[in-house]
């Protein structure tokens, strides 16, 4: 499989998802404002979404979407429990906050980052996530991980946006159950490896 990514992007999550999953991957790189590869192909050919992530899988098909890609990931590797058997009740839980974090914070995030948009219409937004993660908080209580006990697909999706808070300068720290959190996703081996392998971190 191929992952087609661009460095600390959404890609990151189906990233967290592959290592996590164990299964084999290459990263492919993509120049998101030229939709270019860096062999200079056309992302646009690829993808004509010109969005990051896309999994190509081993017999040419493409996935896109990343809630859609991390499921994927998640079933072709079920023996490591990354989401919950697909004709179980706690599946339509993890979809709930895969399509939670996708729609109310990763699509409201999205404006923080252009480069047009005034700043009075970037803090609006900031508010807006800043809310959806007050509602984050309250929901882990002192829990683990979204789903309790064990790490999910979902689990690296919304530490992805945790990633951007940081670059955006939230303010979490009146929001301690989400920064034990952040925290506990970051120190795991596979994580501290996407972001290693996206040029993110230092490598130990
Ligand atoms: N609906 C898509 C959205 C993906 C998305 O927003 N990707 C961003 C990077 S985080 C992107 O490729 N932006 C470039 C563009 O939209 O042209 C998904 O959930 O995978």
Request: with cysteine; charged share 25%.
């Amino acid at each position: 499989m191929k992952l087609y990514y661009s460095p600390g992007a959404c890609s990151l999550s189906p990233h967290i998802a592959l290592l996590e999953a164990g299964l084999p991957y290459d990263l492919v790189k993509v120049d998101l404002r030229a939709k270019k590869l860096e062999n200079g192909d056309d992302f646009l050919k690829i993808n004509p979404k010109g969005q990051v992530p896309a999994l190509a899988l081993d017999s040419g098909e493409l996935v896109t979407e990343g809630p859609v890609i991390v499921q994927m990931i998640a079933d072709k590797a079920r023996d490591k429990n990354l989401a919950p058997s697909r004709d179980s009740t706690e599946r339509y839980k993890l979809l709930e906050w895969l399509n939670f974090i996708t729609t109310e914070l990763h699509k409201n995030f999205g404006p923080m980052f252009s480069p047009v948009l005034a700043d009075d219409a970037k803090a609006f937004f900031k508010d807006r996530v800043m809310g959806k993660f007050k509602y984050v908080d309250s929901q882990l209580g002192g829990g683990e991980y979204l789903m309790g006990k064990h790490f999910t697909v979902a689990d690296g999706y919304l530490f992805t946006m945790l990633s951007w808070a940081d670059r955006m300068k939230f303010d979490l720290s009146g929001l301690p159950n989400l920064l034990a959190y952040k925290a506990r996703v970051g120190a795991r081996p596979m994580v501290q490896e996407a972001l290693t392998k996206e040029g993110l971190m230092k490598a130990a």
